[in-house]
């Protein structure tokens, strides 16, 4: 979290992809002003805490007892969420800590709070200490001659013994900083203020973390030890949650980011308020708020970003007033806006029919490409029984129309970035390309298991389909494409396994669980309480599906829920009784490998993703950085891509953002359309062995009609076929 810009939204879940802990949650704590006093826990902090360890200890998959094992992790996983890299406490502050190493388990279970916050206060006065550090080592400036090296990964390394050790420490990692800068063309004043500013901010950031947030951040690094999916979602954190599932939201419609102490718009989303009324534009900054007629602005320099959004999100109807300095100009225009419902249309599914060349004389191929962000449902207008709440079948559905009526051939379903959502979504909408049957099997805490099954009949697509995945892949995603591959329904295409999630979770809303309070005001715990297989018995947990025919990325080597501390461990259940489509098959999928691969062999770009791959490798196993400059620079050229062919853009050149919805057409996804032709022209029926198999299919996806078709023009062609004749009489098997 060194980044000087932190993104946050109008309803949008803040974050920044992080790798770590800290990452992960300060994320949510954006644009921080001077210090704040984190104070003491409050008598809500001590009842939330005593119901995550009830929760913990009577529900989680695990069944682990809250006890002095789970404490020493407890401890680690807290000191490692906050100081990930032992950069900030010293190893007096640890050996301080280490009294309480065996009690988190009892601090948790009676509500105290007290180490917690202790220790939150020791990581910011760090924080604020290094930030002074890093001004002065800047100051006297560093020795570029001095052959010695900064460990790159510090997690386990000791902490540092006294101030010696902590400057040695700290002027190292300002050496790494100003070579990155140095070596991309900055002068060393640049690249001075640049790393001064960094960590100025970032002590400024972190200064105003609040009780809530500490307490979120030591809870989830405490629940994290039963598995990487168990967290505690502070009442702001879940309210955007809760915004991301149902993809709507009250406001004026804009996403924004704070840049150094200035809340700036990032990007106003489409067919919102502030849209609508024109006057705010990406890269204006907004420098006070004031509610409906009020004269009463409260200016936002070094607000936190999660109290700004506070400030402008609100009711549909109702009026805001902005204080605008536009990106073009140097006055500032008040802009006032009335709220309305955006619908956070970026994040909800999205497709394109795109044509695809065949060869000589043959027409393109029109294929219907369906781009799914992740598994989206409203929740709550569910839970009220709306007949029509927003969801990720629904809006799939409607799309399968628009394209059955434009002529496509063939749909593809990309989900590379989709890191799952809620587990009915996964269900109903792998019965948009399946008849009735079993999705998913749920082993619960007793050990049975339940069988949720696809109930709704026939399928909106019975005709080639392609699944394309990546590492990025989880959780509802993997049980979409894990079904459809062990229905034999669709080719699944991408890296060479999704993430490997194969646990489910469920809200706990601890309001809720004191009887009668208002719903969020305590947040939730986010808990792990069963494990899902596919009908094949197989979990995705580790494993993640593996692909039909694996493309090279750079994603395929990045870790994924194996790699992760604490993730439940692999097994197998009995399978569940399911069709067996018959429309992939290894036959097929060697002559579809072998003509990809043939195309790889002659496609520039993906050679280039293959030394992208090693150099990321290279990157990634490295143990330490040079810190003498020409040695620093000989090895970042060796890692730096070979961009010599690359096309140079005169920096004048206006550039057009593409649109959020628009699907762009890369090497990647041709490679992915060409499999796709590949797959659909393989499935042409010539023999009676054909025809028969793909009668069967259409017959088991509900599509009678088309299967007696296939059959009589089988027969046709081929009037001697018994295994034809045998499927005309029926049944179906």
Not at 404 to 429: F, H, P, Q, T, Y
Not at 593 to 620: L, M, Q, T, V
Request: glycine share 8%; hydrophobic share 40%; proline share 4%.
């Amino acid at each position: 979290m060194t980044s000087a810009s932190v993104r946050g939204s109008f309803g949008i879940a803040q974050s920044t992809r992080p790798l770590r802990l800290l990452a992960a949650l300060l994320a949510l704590l954006p644009a921080l002003p001077a210090r704040a006093d984190l104070g003491s826990p409050t008598l809500r902090d001590k009842i939330i805490a005593q119901h995550v360890a009830v929760y913990l200890e009577r529900v989680h998959v695990r069944r682990w007892k809250l006890d002095d094992k789970r404490s020493e992790s407890m401890f680690d996983s807290y000191l490692s969420a906050l100081d990930p890299q032992r950069m900030y406490f010293t190893a007096a502050d640890v050996a301080g800590f280490k009294a309480s190493r065996h009690k988190i388990d009892d601090y948790i279970k009676a509500g105290d709070l007290n180490f917690a916050f202790k220790v939150g206060k020791v990581f910011l006065s760090r924080v604020d200490g290094c930030s002074k550090r890093v001004k002065k080592l800047v100051e006297q400036g560093p020795d570029f001659t001095v052959d010695e090296y900064f460990q790159v990964d510090r997690a386990e390394a000791a902490y540092t013994s006294g101030e010696k050790e902590a400057d040695d420490l700290w002027r190292k990692r300002v050496k790494v900083l100003l070579l990155e800068k140095l070596a991309d063309g900055k002068t060393m004043k640049e690249a001075g203020d640049e790393v001064v500013k960094l960590y100025e901010n970032f002590a400024v950031r972190m200064g105003k973390t609040d009780g809530m947030e500490l307490l979120q951040i030591f809870l989830t690094a405490a629940t994290m030890t039963y598995d990487p999916h168990t967290t505690y979602m502070s009442p702001d954190t879940l309210e955007n949650f809760q915004i991301s599932m149902r993809l709507e939201l009250e406001g004026i419609g804009a996403s924004l980011q704070s840049i150094d102490g200035y809340t700036v718009v990032n990007q106003v989303i489409p067919g919102g308020a502030a849209a609508r009324d024109g006057r705010l534009k990406p890269q204006d900054k907004i420098l006070a708020v004031a509610q409906g007629d009020s004269k009463d602005f409260v200016e936002l320099l070094n607000m936190k970003l999660s109290d700004v959004v506070k400030l402008i999100r609100g009711k549909k109807g109702t009026r805001v007033q902005l204080k605008v300095r536009h990106a073009d100009s140097e006055g500032a225009e008040l802009v006032a806006i009335v709220r309305a419902k955006v619908v956070l249309a970026d994040r909800e599914a999205y497709g394109e029919v795109l044509e695809v060349k065949r060869g000589k004389g043959l027409p393109t191929l029109r294929v219907g490409v369906v781009v799914l962000p992740s598994f989206y449902m409203d929740m709550a207008a569910a839970g009220r029984g709306v007949k029509d709440f927003k969801s990720t079948t629904r809006d799939v559905s409607r799309i399968i129309r628009k394209f059955k009526a434009d002529g496509i051939e063939a749909v593809v379903i990309d989900l590379r970035m989709n890191g799952g959502g809620a587990l009915s979504e996964a269900i109903a909408l792998t019965g948009l390309f399946v008849d009735t049957g079993p999705v998913v099997l749920i082993k619960h805490l007793n050990g049975k298991v339940d069988t949720r099954n696809d109930s709704k009949k026939g399928a909106d697509w019975s005709g080639p389909l392609v699944v394309l995945t990546s590492k990025f892949s989880a959780s509802a995603s993997e049980i979409f494409a894990g079904a459809l591959q062990d229905y034999r329904r669709a080719v699944i295409v991408g890296d060479r396994s999704t993430h490997g999630k194969g646990t489910v979770q469920q809200l706990m809303d601890l309001s809720r669980a004191r009887g009668g309070g208002e719903p969020g005001k305590l947040g939730a715990l986010k808990i792990t309480l069963s494990q899902f297989y596919r009908p094949s018995g197989n979990s995705t947990q580790n494993k993640g599906v593996v692909p039909d025919i694996e493309l090279p990325a750079v994603s395929s080597h990045m870790d994924g829920e194996a790699e992760l501390d604490f993730s439940i461990e692999f097994d197998t259940v009995e399978k569940a009784e399911h069709s067996d489509l018959g429309l992939v098959d290894q036959k097929l999928l060697r002559r579809l490998k072998e003509k990809s691969r043939k195309r790889r062999g002659s496609n520039e770009e993906f050679s280039r993703i293959e030394k992208d791959i090693a150099r990321y490798r290279k990157i990634r196993d490295r143990k330490k950085i040079p810190l003498e400059r020409s040695r620093y620079e000989a090895e970042k050229k060796k890692f730096d891509p070979d961009d010599a062919k690359e096309e140079k853009k005169d920096p004048k050149d206006a550039v057009v953002p593409p649109d959020d919805n628009e699907i762009k057409r890369d090497f990647y996804l041709e490679e992915v359309l060409s499999i796709t032709a590949d797959y659909v022209a393989a499935l042409k029926p010539a023999s009676a062995e054909s025809y028969r198999r793909l009668a069967r299919a259409a017959l088991l996806l509900g599509e009678t009609k088309q299967g007696r078709a296939l059959i009589a023009e089988g027969l046709r062609k081929h009037p001697g076929s018994g295994l034809l004749q045998k499927l005309k009489k029926g049944p179906v098997k």
